[in-house]
């Protein structure tokens, strides 16, 4: 009887170890989800970027040089789930006292560096793993234009802008709502593929923006809604997983109120694309055409757009020497400032060649040594200008740079 009594003893402790077990693990898995819910610290990501430059400069005639804290980034991101995360990145630049039509504008902050806010948006994760895969809706200021994806491929950004921004048609940020996502899931192995991770999608990616217009750093001046996008497309994901093509629009009006009733004047760029993008080697060439800009400068005094045109071409090599760290790089832009001759019939196009040499310091610290030529036909102004009637005959400028990208 005594040894029935201990067999059932030692029945039941069993079942008592192995409930406690049980409650102590879900316990613990309770504790461990509440804790990641209440850590502020989860999720959370902090990453910088600079661009310091010296540059030896004979613009027009007036020689200068100067170290010069182009741009700097600071970013914070923040992953609350699976479907919501934020980004906040704020932009520091040089202030300076700005000129218009009345004269010059004061500003207490001539020469400060101030932060001023390139992105801040909420993005919900949407997924779907068909034709439409990796679907992400933003809502705030964030990336317009194709300039991101630009980036994707050509790290020289430190150097210089790109040519849509740099040809004065269209900025790289705007507030609006967004819609990014991929076609057909993602590439296999992208970086070890194509030598980025960033719009992986295996046969393409697309974006769409309605935002204000305005851009990051310019108050809106009218009602006007520019609805923006691009798609790009791979055709042979398996045979030639770096060949994409591209095409971004931009629709609507400028950012101005000199149009009927005090709209702004009508503003459409098209941007086509052909791009290879490797390992080793990258190379791309952009077409572009454009009514007006997104500015409103270029525009008749009959309060009609300008058409204008350009394109940009770029090649990037890494030869196999200095543990791969040596980039080769060259890039050649035009600009045609009036191809319907409406203002002028002289010749007034704009050409700009780079060309520099890079050192991969590491974990996307670089150094880079370039020299940019700009040259202008007899009646071109300054990018960003409508042509002139009469010649101005404008000096090439030139620019050997220094660059020091930071990043962590």
Same mark, same amino acid.
């Given at each position: 009887?005594?040894?029935?009594?201990?067999?059932?003893?030692?029945?039941?402790?069993?079942?008592?170890?192995?409930?406690?077990?049980?409650?102590?693990?879900?316990?613990?898995?309770?504790?461990?989800?509440?804790?990641?819910? *209440?850590?502020?610290?989860?999720?959370?990501?902090?990453?910088?970027?600079?661009?310091?430059?010296?540059?030896?400069?004979?613009?027009?005639?007036?020689?200068?040089?100067?170290?010069?804290?182009?741009?700097?980034?600071?970013?914070?991101?923040?992953?609350?789930?699976?479907?919501?995360?934020?980004?906040?990145?704020?932009?520091?630049?040089?202030?300076? @006292?700005?000129?218009?039509?009345?004269?010059?504008?004061?500003?207490?902050?001539?020469?400060?560096?101030?932060?001023? *806010?390139?992105?801040?948006?909420?993005?919900?994760?949407?997924?779907?793993?068909?034709?439409?895969?990796?679907?992400?809706?933003?809502?705030?200021?964030?990336?317009?234009?194709?300039?991101?994806?630009?980036?994707?491929?050509?790290?020289?950004?430190?150097?210089?802008?790109?040519?849509?921004?740099?040809?004065?048609?269209?900025?790289?940020?705007?507030?609006?709502?967004?819609?990014?996502?991929?076609?057909?899931?993602?590439?296999?192995?992208?970086?070890?593929?194509?030598?980025?991770?960033?719009?992986?999608?295996?046969?393409?990616?697309?974006?769409?923006?309605?935002?204000?217009?305005?851009?990051?750093?310019?108050?809106?001046?009218?009602?006007?809604?520019?609805?923006?996008?691009?798609?790009?497309?791979?055709?042979?994901?398996?045979?030639?997983?770096?060949?994409?093509?591209?095409?971004?629009?931009?629709?609507?009006?400028?950012?101005?109120?000199?149009?009927?009733?005090?709209?702004?004047?009508?503003?459409?760029?098209?941007?086509?694309?052909?791009?290879?993008?490797?390992?080793?080697?990258?190379?791309?060439?952009?077409?572009?055409?454009?009514?007006?800009?997104?500015?409103?400068?270029?525009? @008749?005094?009959?309060?009609?757009?300008?058409?204008?045109?350009?394109?940009?071409?770029?090649?990037?090599?890494?030869?196999?020497?200095?543990?791969?760290?040596?980039?080769?790089?060259?890039?050649?832009?035009?600009?045609?400032?009036?191809?319907?001759?409406?203002?002028?019939?002289?010749?007034?196009?704009?050409?700009?060649?780079?060309?520099?040499?890079?050192?991969?310091?590491?974990?996307?610290?670089?150094?880079?040594?370039?020299?940019?030529?700009?040259?202008?036909?007899?009646?071109?102004?300054?990018?960003?200008?409508?042509?002139?009637?009469?010649?101005?005959?404008?000096?090439?400028?030139?620019?050997?740079?220094?660059?020091?990208?930071?990043?962590?």
């Amino acid at each position: 009887m005594a040894e029935a009594d201990l067999h059932g003893n030692r029945h039941v402790l069993r079942r008592v170890v192995a409930a406690a077990s049980i409650a102590a693990a879900l316990a613990g898995q309770a504790l461990a989800v509440r804790a990641a819910e *209440t850590n502020p610290l989860e999720g959370l990501k902090v990453s910088g970027e600079a661009y310091v430059d010296w540059s030896l400069t004979d613009i027009q005639g007036e020689q200068d040089n100067a170290f010069s804290l182009n741009r700097g980034y600071l970013t914070v991101t923040k992953k609350m789930n699976d479907f919501l995360g934020f980004r906040y990145t704020l932009d520091v630049k040089q202030a300076a @006292t700005t000129e218009d039509v009345e004269g010059s504008v004061s500003n207490a902050l001539d020469g400060n560096y101030v932060f001023r *806010t390139k992105y801040l948006y909420a993005e919900m994760n949407f997924g779907g793993e068909g034709a439409l895969s990796q679907l992400r809706g933003r809502v705030g200021m964030q990336h317009a234009g194709i300039d991101d994806f630009e980036q994707a491929m050509n790290p020289y950004r430190a150097q210089t802008k790109n040519w849509q921004e740099g040809a004065s048609w269209f900025g790289t940020a705007d507030l609006g709502v967004g819609l990014h996502g991929n076609f057909g899931g993602t590439l296999a192995d992208a970086k070890a593929r194509t030598g980025s991770s960033k719009y992986d999608g295996r046969h393409g990616s697309f974006q769409l923006l309605l935002a204000n217009g305005g851009g990051y750093d310019k108050t809106e001046k009218n009602d006007n809604k520019l609805l923006s996008g691009r798609v790009s497309l791979r055709p042979a994901a398996d045979a030639l997983p770096g060949l994409q093509l591209t095409y971004g629009g931009v629709f609507g009006q400028d950012n101005t109120t000199n149009g009927d009733d005090g709209a702004g004047v009508d503003f459409t760029l098209h941007a086509f694309m052909l791009s290879w993008q490797s390992p080793r080697f990258t190379a791309y060439g952009q077409y572009f055409l454009a009514d007006n800009n997104q500015a409103g400068k270029y525009v @008749t005094d009959e309060g009609a757009g300008v058409k204008t045109a350009g394109m940009s071409a770029f090649a990037m090599v890494r030869p196999n020497a200095l543990r791969d760290r040596l980039g080769l790089y060259a890039r050649f832009n035009t600009f045609d400032g009036d191809t319907d001759e409406v203002i002028t019939a002289g010749d007034h196009g704009v050409t700009q060649v780079t060309g520099g040499v890079s050192y991969d310091v590491g974990k996307g610290n670089m150094f880079i040594v370039a020299y940019e030529a700009t040259s202008y036909d007899p009646h071109a102004d300054a990018v960003g200008k409508l042509p002139s009637v009469e010649q101005l005959d404008r000096d090439d400028d030139t620019k050997l740079q220094i660059v020091y990208r930071l990043e962590f």
